[in-house]
């Protein structure tokens, strides 16, 4: 929980974190090694120096390092975790979604769990996605578009077997669908993150939101046309936060944007933890003034209760949490002893 100066709480939601496993051990090819060694360019390129993080630590991290970056340091209330598969270049796979669900048991209340699914698995996949929605009550999943699968190298949500998947979702009562569009990931391919066909699979399942992540960059003004026309298409700010720090006029651009074309009712916050820490986002974040001439032409302001929406009451709203209720259960969970000694400042 964030505490402004004035000694406001801040409640915050991360939608998109990870535990994932990129080390060398569980590399099944040379794309596993391209893979992670782009995320760790990312991370490197747009992190402040300070928060660099060896390489070897960034391949693979432990559940105490998690615990602590994401709700010790990380002023973070409840995470969502975010799982990626990609089979093909790891063995035991990138995520993991029974790893996650050992954190989401352990910490009810702290953690959501959210699955995934690849409509090229066919009908079988469509038995293991009813199997992970009842074991692990799934309320969302994400998605790869570009996930490669034997020779193919992409799959769109206009697909015929996409449908068959959505509208099991409809069934299952997994309402959320996050799907990245936008930036590619080494060897991945660009074109297969193309934000266009979210347009046909909104318009085609109005009853589930479709939270686009990294809002289709650098595709933003595709994104934007879609969204101000498909009120179930919301904004996932994973990637565009670190912009605050190395391009924070570019972030100012991006935010408005959004703003402007959407409303502040439909943009989440996401760290994308474990490439980024979600603590010097959300600080900087709660310092951030968009510069005049950009709110000016855009007609946009930045407030504390827009930020409060972007933080935290937005995604409480799809994932349907009672925030004061949840502040009230997660103030003495076995977490919160555990949150007041590694942070004594905050307490």
Not at 265 to 289: C, H, N, Q, T, V
Request: charged share 30%; aromatic share 14%; glycine share 6%.
């Amino acid at each position: 929980m964030f505490r402004t100066r004035e000694g406001e709480e801040i409640v915050v939601i991360d939608a998109h974190i990870a535990w994932w496993d990129g080390s060398q051990e569980n590399q099944r090819n040379v794309h596993g090694e391209q893979f992670i060694s782009c995320f760790y360019d990312y991370h490197r390129n747009l992190s402040p120096k300070e928060r660099i993080w060896p390489r070897d630590k960034f391949y693979k991290y432990d559940r105490e390092t998690l615990l602590r970056d994401v709700f010790g340091k990380g002023y973070v209330d409840v995470a969502i975790f975010q799982p990626v598969p990609l089979i093909e270049f790891y063995r035991n796979g990138f995520g993991d979604v029974a790893k996650n669900a050992t954190l989401v048991q352990e910490y009810p209340g702290r953690f959501i769990g959210n699955g995934y699914f690849d409509p090229r698995d066919g009908e079988r996949g469509l038995e293991v996605l009813e199997y992970l929605a009842e074991t692990y009550h799934l309320q969302g999943v994400k998605l790869y578009t570009a996930e490669w699968r034997g020779n193919s190298k992409g799959y769109k949500l206009s697909d015929d077997w996409s449908y068959r998947y959505l509208e099991k979702c409809e069934s299952l009562g997994i309402r959320n669908i996050h799907v990245h569009k936008g930036p590619t990931i080494t060897p991945l391919n660009r074109d297969a993150f193309d934000v266009a066909d979210v347009d046909d699979a909104a318009s085609a399942f109005p009853n589930l939101n479709f939270i686009v992540e990294h809002v289709g960059l650098p595709r933003l003004e595709d994104f934007c046309w879609i969204a101000t026309q498909e009120k179930n298409v919301y904004a996932g700010l994973a990637v565009v936060m670190p912009f605050i720090h190395s391009r924070p006029r570019y972030f100012a651009q991006i935010l408005s944007e959004l703003l402007y074309w959407l409303d502040e009712d439909r943009i989440l916050f996401g760290s994308d933890y474990a490439i980024w820490e979600p603590d010097w986002l959300i600080e900087k974040f709660m310092d951030f003034e968009l510069p005049r001439d950009i709110a000016e032409e855009t007609g946009v302001e930045l407030t504390l209760p827009v930020k409060k929406k972007i933080l935290a009451e937005n995604a409480a709203r799809l994932y349907r949490i009672d925030i004061e209720a949840r502040k009230a259960e997660l103030a003495h969970d076995a977490l919160a002893a555990q949150i007041s000694s590694w942070t004594p400042a905050r307490a």
